[in-house]
Structures are given as structure tokens and as C-alpha cells.
């Protein structure tokens, strides 16, 4: 625990204007954000007694280690910097929050030549008329089927589209009078525009005019004695009624608002958004959050708004936002709603009438969210809760191990070796923080040997970083011998901690592990990886212990905890300990080692599986240099199989269109050198195939998997190894 005093900055340094303050940990992990008009009036109210302060605000400065500022001109920019700021460093005491799904909307795509009609979720594309959120997609789903009736609007995939104009037949919904067919011509592309435009303005909420023009058209087809057309035309009446009905008028027409209500205790707070457009109400949605600082209403309003619009322009901010409480102050908030928007928004609190009356509803909705998120929570958070305390007493832990880390080993009989680092918080995956390795250190299979080098390889890069931030001096390491640690990746082929999908997985790292951004980010704030755990468990027994102790200690870092878990009797193996300790069957503590334990092995296994996969999958044309996937193809279907390939001439492979000579040559060259493949056989039936059922890859389709070997307690065929 930090003494405040130990970092408060110098009396005169803090400058008296508006800006946006950042805490950082020992680790240099932002912890927590905040704005200010006067950041010499904010900031020292952090400084005083800490007897003065709110709970929440006291385990703040407490865990807090420096904290830094910048200087902005007016206060919506802090406002602006601040919700930027949250959104990119994601402090663990800022309210945020949490949203168990993504919400779908209604999506029309008019950046297309023929707009489609569609359900979409997760981020916003430029061009495309979005309306919602919905709480569920088969809700949208429904008011799309009836609206087609009316607005034949296309609601199929590119492919569908393109088969049904290749073919000139259209699909089932062109047939029963469900879409206009543009894909084989029975619309043109500006009538069919001018359909998704109209569709548009009834979701809009102009819906008056679409009913009157079809009620008027209905009866003059009745008057002309046209009662086919005129039956028609009432059915899409009634279908049109029906989508109005899904969404009954709660304010008056034209109305566009969201009301936003919130419910708390003192820990936590649900906020509840009703979307009204149009006078409808046509979407919801709630997120729950912790209240890890000193908050009011208006404060957990204001981030609220800010995640809300955050990433909305246009008409996609309402013309008026109504709220339980207003920020302190509101001038900058509704300023940046009103930038957001293009023109003026109105940010106020109903009083009176049908808005105060629907804010009740949302605020019933909202404690109804609260208090059903609780009934979820309780167990689970006592639960988690246990489960830390029972680990943290097993192993004669100090305090609960809030960051775990567990490693595994995964390889297929000695090939393709790898392993799997996963990161548990407060009992939670923490999947952003998920790594994996290549083992390159030595060949062949020796899980023990693995589990040393991963383990090397991951806390040299933190103790690499410790250096790099200066919380060493005088280049000493943590055993005090004076030795530098920039070997971080001393045999060249360092390929540790890459994040997923990082293409430095699957190549080398040479030279100096400092260079370029191998521990930092653009902009030179620390990576994740950097962070320490409390507690290491490696997915083994004891000789996995051992290793990955004797790393540890290799390194100079006593102060991580490391544990064992052995499949065969779910026993935990502890350093220097010739007697496991043997949790109770029934232990919180050993259920959360077991799904962290199982977590590991499955990401090392996927991971394998990939690499497995890719490297069967391997052909000598792979090593022709810029001879691309569809040529390679191309050369297969020419010629039928790799082993007629081989044997053509040069001016037979030039025969293949888009093959010039040159690439023939290299081609030719290639195959040459590659030794002929082994018979592929079909796993199935144990049959041998011909060369010519085998594709460019060298592989079969169809055969199952081979077992898989993960870390030493891990069975395979029934055996451990």
C-alpha cells in the first residue's frame, strides 16, 4: 500500500485550468481517469487526510503509485480526452460498464447499389441506416417479414444475390411477393433504391403517410371493381397496422428522445435506455456497473452518455436526452452531445406529462435489471470470493491471488511443441491477456525442459520492462549481480508473449529484444504483459514445478507463488514439498485450479492444432516465390494432382493461364528439389490413395484427428505421458 504523500506533486505545479488526470500503479497501469475544470482543485482533494476520503476513493490513492496530467483549453475537450482516455487504457477503478451481449439492430446497407435489409450487431458502418437496439434479433426478424409485404426490399447475402443473377431465378421470397427481384430485373436499381428509401422512413416513423396512400389506393381499386388488387393492398394494411402495433405510441408523434434511468445501492448501479423514434418506442437496452469510485447519479449519468454516443454522429444522437439527474456541470456535457449531433440536443430532467411518466416505466425496468442482476451476482461473487480465500489458505498465501496465470504444454508425440499461458482476475478470464509460445529452445519432447523455457522466456520480458521503466537503478537485476537483462531473447528466436494473431508467432525475433516495439505500444505505454501474477500454476507435477520454480529463481524473483495440478488425483504440488496438498473434493478453491488448469490446456491445444494443420497442409508449391493461392490452384486443376505436375515441361506448366515463364521455372525447380510426398491414406478406411485424389496440400478431407498430447499429466490412447 502506497503512501499518497510518497507521489503528490510539488505545491505551484499543478496548474489551475481544465484537463484530464491519470493515477498509475507501481506497474504503470492506469488505474483510474478523471477530468477537472481546475485540476489544482481536483487533484489536491486526492492529498488529504485519509481518514476524509470515500472507501473507494482511499483504495485508489492507496494502490496508486504517480499520477500525471495534461492541459486542455475548454472543458469539453476534457470531456472528450476522458472518455478517449477510459476507452484506451480501461482503469480498474473508473465505473464502467458491463453489457452481457451485444445488442442487434435493424440494419438497411443503402452504401450499396441495391440496398439490403438485414440484422446487424457490433460496430457501426459509414452508409448504412441503422434502427434499434432490439432486445432480441427474432424480434426484428418479425417486423421484417410483415413489412416486406409492403416494402419489397432485398433481405439476401451477396452470394444468394449474384447465384440468382447468374441463374436469372430468383429465390423464394421473389417468387411469393416478398422481395422485388432486382437480382434478375424486375426492378431497377433506382426503383429498388426508392423502395429501401420508403422502408427507411416508416422505421423512421412516418408511418401515417404509407397507410393513408395504401387506404386511398385500396379503395379506388374497389371502385374500379379491382377486388383482387383491392384485397391485396387491405392485407398489406393490416400488415403494416400489425409492425405499428409491435411498437405502441408512448409520446407524441414525431417525437425523437432516449430516456435513460438508473437504479443503486451503495456497490452497485443498472442504467436503462428506452430509445423513442417517431413517438415508438423501437429499442432497449441496460448495462450494470460496479461503483468502484465515489459517484453520484449525475456523475454515473455523464459515463453513461459517454459510452452511449461516444461513437454516434448525426441522427444517430436524438434531438432530446432525458435523464434522473443532470452532470455537474451539464454546459459541457450537452455541448458535446450537441457536436455529436450537428445541431442543438436538449439534455434535462422530465417534470410533468407523458415523458415524466414513461421515465417511470424505464426506472421500474431499471431496478427491475438491478435487482435481477443481484439474484445472478451474489452466488457467484461469494462464490469466487471462497474460492481465493481457500487457495490463498491452502498454499499459505499472504492475500488471495487475484492474477492467476497457468501454463501448459501441448505437442503431438515431440512435434510441434507449444504452450499456452491464460490469466484469470477475480476469478474471471481475462482473455485479452491471453499468450502463446513456440518452443524453440531444443527438439523433441521434454515437457519438464518446456515448461523452464516458457517460464524464462515470460518474466524476462517483465523484468525487462521493470528495467526499461526504471524501477531499477543503477542496471542492477532483481539477484543484485549487476547483470543486464537485455538478453531477453538471447538465442535470436524469441517469439514469447506474442499476442493472438500477432504474426511474430510464426517467425523469429532477432537481435536485440528492445528494438522496435517488442515491449511497448506506439505510443510507448507498457504492454499487459509486463504485469506480474500473485499465483503461477503449471499444469503438471512436481518435475513441472520444480522447472518452473527454478526459473523463477534463475531470474531473482521471489515474490510470485507457484503451484502444481496433476490430472491423475487433482493433487497440488508445491516447491521444495515431497507431499501434495490435497484439497477437498467439494473445494471452491479446487474447482477454480481446475477450470484454470483446463482453460490452459485447451488454448495450448487449439494452438497445436493450428500449427499441426498448417504443417500438413504444406506443398512445394509454397516455396515458389510470388506463386499465390489461386495459381497454385490453377496449376492443380490443369494438371490434376502434384505428381503430373512434377513431370510436365516447362512449356507445359507456361500453358496454365496467368503462368509466365519465369514463374514455370521456378515452379519446375521446386518440384524438383521437394522430395515426392508419402501415399496419403484415408483414415477411414485404410485405404491408399492415389496421387490424384490428393490436393496441392499433400492432405486428405474427411480423416479425424489425432490424439494430442498436452503437457505431461495429460492422457493420450489411454497412457500418460
Known amino acids: 500500500m502506497a503512501d499518497p504523500s510518497s507521489y503528490r506533486p510539488k505545491p505551484g505545479q499543478i496548474p489551475d485550468s481544465p484537463g484530464v488526470y491519470k493515477f498509475r500503479d507501481e506497474h504503470r497501469r492506469v488505474i483510474y481517469v478523471g477530468k477537472a475544470k481546475s485540476l489544482r482543485q481536483r487533484l489536491a482533494s486526492y492529498f488529504q487526510d485519509l481518514a476524509g476520503l470515500h472507501p473507494r476513493t482511499r483504495t485508489m490513492v492507496t494502490t496508486a503509485a504517480s499520477v500525471e496530467w495534461t492541459v486542455v483549453s475548454t472543458e469539453v475537450e476534457a470531456l472528450q480526452l476522458e472518455y478517449s482516455w477510459i476507452k484506451e487504457f480501461d482503469p480498474r477503478f473508473n465505473v464502467k460498464y458491463r453489457d452481457d451481449k451485444s445488442y442487434p439492430y435493424l440494419a438497411v446497407t443503402m452504401n450499396e447499389e441495391f440496398p439490403r435489409v438485414q440484422v446487424m450487431r457490433g460496430h457501426k458502418r459509414k452508409g448504412v441506416r441503422y434502427f434499434g437496439p432490439y432486445g432480441h434479433a427474432w424480434a426484428i426478424r418479425d417486423t421484417v417479414d410483415l413489412l416486406l409485404r409492403v416494402f419489397p426490399v432485398r433481405t439476401c447475402s451477396a452470394g444468394v444475390f449474384k447465384n440468382a443473377a ?328 524469441s517469439t514469447e508473449g506474442a499476442p493472438l494473431g500477432n504474426a511474430a508467432l510464426e517467425g523469429d525475433t532477432t537481435g536485440n529484444a528492445f528494438a522496435g516495439n517488442a515491449f511497448t505500444e506506439e505510443d510507448g505505454r507498457p504492454k499487459r504483459f509486463a504485469y506480474p501474477p500473485q499465483l503461477v500454476v503449471v499444469d503438471g507435477g512436481q518435475p513441472q514445478v520444480a522447472a518452473a520454480k527454478r526459473a523463477l529463481d534463475e531470474l531473482g524473483i521471489d515474490d510470485i507463488a507457484v503451484c502444481g495440478l496433476a490430472k491423475r488425483l487433482e493433487e497440488v504440488w508445491l516447491p521444495h514439498e515431497d507431499d501434495p496438498v490435497v484439497l477437498p473434493r467439494t473445494s471452491e478453491g479446487l474447482y477454480l485450479l481446475q477450470r484454470v488448469r483446463d482453460e490452459a490446456h485447451r488454448f495450448a491445444i487449439t494452438y497445436q492444432r493450428t500449427k499441426r494443420a498448417k504443417r500438413f497442409k504444406a506443398s512445394p508449391l509454397d516455396e515458389v516465390p510470388g506463386l499465390g493461392e489461386t495459381r497454385k490452384q490453377a496449376l492443380i486443376k490443369h494438371f490434376g494432382s502434384v505428381k503430373k505436375l512434377r513431370s510436365a515441361t516447362i512449356d507445359q506448366i507456361c500453358e496454365v493461364p496467368g503462368i509466365g515463364r519465369k514463374t514455370a521455372e521456378a515452379v519446375a525447380v521446386a518440384l524438383a528439389q521437394a522430395a515426392p510426398a508419402a501415399p496419403a491414406v484415408n483414415t477411414a478406411t485404410g485405404e491408399i490413395m492415389e496421387d490424384e485424389e490428393v490436393g496441392a496440400s499433400g492432405t486428405t478431407t474427411g480423416s479425424p484427428e489425432e490424439p494430442v498430447t498436452a503437457g505431461a499429466s495429460h492422457e493420450r490412447r489411454g497412457q500418460e505421458t
Not at 411469393?176 to 426508392?194: D, F, L, M, N, Q
Not at 422512413?201 to 381499386?221: H, K, N, P, S
Not at 436526452?321 to 450537452?334: G, I, K, R, T, Y
Open 166 to 493: 447468374r441463374t436469372g431465378r430468383p429465390c423464394l421470397l421473389g417468387y411469393i411477393g416478398k422481395c422485388s427481384a432486382p437480382c434478375v430485373g424486375r426492378v431497377s436499381a433506382e426503383e429498388h433504391r426508392e423502395l429501401a428509401e420508403e422502408f427507411c422512413d416508416f422505421m423512421a416513423g412516418r408511418t401515417g403517410t404509407y397507410i393513408r396512400r395504401l387506404e386511398q389506393q385500396m379503395t379506388d381499386a374497389a371502385e374500379e371493381m379491382e377486388y383482387e388488387r383491392a384485397a391485396r393492398l387491405r392485407d398489406d394494411i393490416e400488415a403494416l397496422k400489425k409492425a405499428m402495433e409491435k411498437n405502441a405510441v408512448v409520446l407524441a408523434d414525431a417525437t425523437d428522445a432516449d430516456l435513460m434511468a438508473v437504479a443503486e445501492d451503495e456497490l452497485e448501479a443498472a442504467v436503462q435506455i428506452f430509445h423513442v423514434r417517431g413517438g415508438r418506442v423501437r429499442g432497449q437496452r441496460g448495462w450494470v456497473t460496479d461503483k468502484v469510485e465515489a459517484v453520484t447519479t449525475g456523475d454515473l449519468v455523464e459515463h453513461a452518455l459517454q459510452q452511449l454516443y461516444g461513437e454516434e454522429t448525426g441522427d444517430s444522437v436524438p434531438k432530446e436526452v432525458l435523464v434522473p439527474a443532470l452532470p455537474d456541470p451539464v454546459e459541457p456535457v450537452q455541448e458535446w452531445l450537441t457536436e455529436r449531433r450537428g445541431s442543438n440536443v436538449s439534455l434535462r430532467i422530465p417534470q410533468r406529462g407523458d415523458k415524466k411518466a414513461l421515465m417511470e416505466t424505464v426506472q421500474r425496468n431499471a431496478l427491475q435489471a438491478l435487482g435481477l442482476h443481484k439474484t445472478k451476482r451474489a452466488s457467484d461473487l461469494t462464490t469466487r470470493s471462497r474460492a481465493l480465500e481457500e487457495i490463498a489458505g491452502a498454499l499459505d498465501l499472504d492475500s488471495a491471488p487475484l492474477r492467476i496465470e497457468c501454463y501448459d504444454i501441448s505437442h503431438l508425440q515431440g512435434d510441434d511443441v507449444v504452450a499456452s499461458m491464460v490469466v484469470f482476475e477475480d476469478g474471471l478470464q481475462r482473455k485479452s491477456e491471453y499468450r502463446r509460445f513456440q518452443i524453440k529452445g531444443f527438439e523433441g519432447q521434454d515437457d519438464v525442459r518446456s515448461m523452464h523455457e516458457v517460464i524464462t522466456r515470460r518474466f524476462r520480458r517483465y523484468l525487462a520492462e521493470k528495467e526499461r521503466t526504471g524501477e531499477w537503478t543503477n542496471g542492477e537485476n532483481a539477484s543484485g549481480d549487476g547483470t543486464s537483462r537485455d538478453g531477453v531473447s538471447a538465442d535470436g528466436t
